[in-house]
């Protein structure tokens, strides 16, 4: 029998089958890129808004990136940086910590509500991708809370995307909070120190900071930023490789 499909068949999509949830993801892989570089281009004008509040500052910031965040339109590292910048990372650390883990939360229940069952069942239908479900899910509360903050770790891991995957296969609220909280510390620590850095220098915005300390200052920073996001990366990557998780 010739197992090669005909041309009158539509080619296979990974998206496929997903109806709404499928669209859901497309928006939560656009939306947060597109707005985060527009946040940091105005972040002097988004900490002078947030320095109008005065005393409540901290808590509008908490709460408007909880549902920045849970409605998946700002990326996890523009939320920290305006964290550190205008909160220092004293406060501006936990605020956005605060943040992340209220969005998830958000994006948890915005991921049951639209998929229903749907990324379950196409997962059932991916031998690889339920293998990955199984090995996230089929072990004890403390392995799966290993795996589930392994994922969260690296700086390439998608917010939004992840709060759709992992609320989609099912993983239990108490579970996925508890491990988004623990993931998201190491990165969100290290982006919040270095935007408080930038900010004690007295640069009124990102622009100001390169006009006035240099170019090759920024880039020496960035370099570190990245070498110590890369090597975090690394490291998850790897234990999610021995857990046949990847």
Known sequence: MNDTPSSSSPPRRPLAGLGTTGALAVAWAAFPA??????LANIDGAAQWLNAHGAI???????????????????????????GWVFGFALGFPLALLGFTGGSIIGYFVTRLVSRDRVQNAIAHH???????KALLGGSFLKTLGLI????????????LTNLALAGAGTPLRLYTLGTLLGMAPRTAIVTGFAAA???????????????????TLIIG?????????????????ALRRAGMS
């Open 34 to 39: 597109l707005l985060g570089f527009l946040l």
């Open 57 to 83: 500052a901290p808590a509008i910031y908490a709460l408007a990136f909880m549902i920045a965040a849970g409605l998946g339109l700002l990326p996890t590292y523009a939320q920290a940086v305006l964290g």
């Open 127 to 133: 031998p690889r991708a339920a293998v990955i479900r």
């Open 149 to 160: 903050t392994l994922v969260r770790v690296p700086p390439n891991s998608p917010f939004s």
């Open 198 to 216: 930038a900010a004690a220098t007295g640069s009124a915005d990102l622009q100001g900071f390169v006009r006035e300390r240099g170019t090759l």
């Open 222 to 238: 960035v370099v570190v930023l990245i070498a110590v996001l890369a090597i975090l990366s690394a490291v998850a990557n790897s």
